[in-house]
């Protein structure tokens, strides 16, 4: 039987790397896909696109949309402005409250459903060590979690979570996911979701630095010029 894993895809670079790490591994990919609120769909479409590249054989697409009437980050209350002043070491805007939290318990679930072994998740605790949800400490616990809640933790089936990205840079991570061929073209970062990236929100300023350093050329449209 093929080992099965769960991938938390959002469309973005980091998730889109982690199809690649658990393919190299020789696992059957399952991505699952949130819409969670978010102030734009392109996320949605671009995962969509690097699911087909992959050509696997099952995509779930979950709406958790109920996100947005909570609010509290920049990505889910349109009120609130998307940062452009660059990473800072506090708790940035874009933080969404409980949002990995979420997404792992609905990911388990579907894990268990399927027989899957293993969830992965890109989130990484170098780049934006301001979210209390992308720490080693966060992982670790929520693996215990799953494994208690579940009837695949009781019966001795326990599920990993892998997140290989979490004690890498953006240049580390891009570095990988080339090696592997990941198509960093068909991913997406930009918080404002318009066709051509900004250039200048938090997360194209952390893509961008994270491509020079690596000493590679991002093949996706930018609002502004980028010197490579």
């Known amino acids: 039987m093929s080992k099965k894993a769960v991938i938390v ?6 998730s889109t790397t982690c199809m690649g790490i658990a393919k190299e591994k020789g696992y059957e990919l399952y991505p699952i896909t949130f819409s969670y609120g978010q102030r734009h769909d392109r996320e949605v479409e671009q995962a969509k ?9 099952d995509h779930r697409l979950v709406d958790i949309s109920f996100l947005n009437q909570i609010g509290g980050s920049a990505l889910t209350d349109q009120s609130i402005e998307v940062p452009t002043e660059g990473v800072k070491d506090d708790i940035p805007a874009t933080y969404v409250p409980a949002r990995n939290m979420i997404f792992l318990s609905l990911a388990s679930a579907y894990a268990e459903v399927i027989g899957a072994e293993v969830i992965y998740i890109g989130v990484s605790a170098v780049d934006y060590s301001g ?35 979490i004690h890498l840079t953006k240049k ?8 592997l061929n990941v198509p960093y073209h068909l991913t997406t970062s930009c918080y404002l979701g318009e066709e051509e990236a900004c250039g200048v929100c938090d997360s194209c300023q952390l893509r961008i630095k994270g491509f020079k350093e690596a000493g590679a050329k991002d093949e996706i449209a930018y609002a502004v010029n980028i010197n490579w």
């Open 172 to 179: 580390e991570t891009i570095e990988a996911g080339l090696r």
């Open 49 to 57: 696109k690097v699911a087909q590249h992959f050509e696997v054989s």
């Open 131 to 165: 979210y209390p949800d992308c720490r080693p400490e966060f992982i670790e616990s929520m693996t215990e979690t799953v494994n208690l809640a579940t009837k695949a933790g009781t019966t001795g089936d326990r599920i990993k979570i892998e997140s290989p990205l």
């Open 9 to 14: 895809l959002s469309g973005g670079l980091d």
